[in-house]
């Protein structure tokens, strides 16, 4: 059994920052795409950011230049720097885990940003 479990969510002042983690564990193996998804109250989920095997990243237009997502493969630990956070950056972050056959999810975590 496969577990995806994202932590460092909280309550944080605009300009402020936050560090992401998420830690997948179990029978997982050959991890080729890590990601992190946002959900903010009535939209849908969206990809903030992710990284590849080949450490390969890429970003939503809207996080480029404050965001930084990187990866422990040691660890199968996904981490997501957030810093200069905005109100807009509000809602439930998503870690997505794949490898060839497999597509992973955790329950997430929130993040809220205040003005």
């Known amino acids: 059994q496969v577990q995806v479990v994202e932590s460092g969510g909280g309550l944080v002042q605009a300009g402020g920052s936050l560090r992401l983690s998420c830690a997948a564990s179990?029978?997982?193996?050959?991890?080729?795409?890590m990601g992190w998804y946002r959900q903010a109250p009535g939209k849908q989920r969206g990809l903030v950011a992710s990284?590849?095997?080949?450490?390969?990243?890429s970003y939503a237009r809207s996080v480029k230049d404050r965001f930084t997502i990187s990866r422990d493969d040691a660890k199968s630990t996904v981490y997501l720097q957030m810093n200069s956070l905005k109100p807009e950056d509000t809602g439930v972050y998503y870690c997505?885990?794949?490898?060839?056959?497999?597509?992973?999810w955790g329950q997430g975590t929130q993040v809220t940003v205040s003005s």
């Open positions: 179990g029978d997982i193996r050959s991890i080729d795409f």
């Open positions: 997505n885990v794949r490898s060839v056959l497999s597509n992973y």
């Open positions: 990284i590849t095997s080949a450490d390969h990243t």
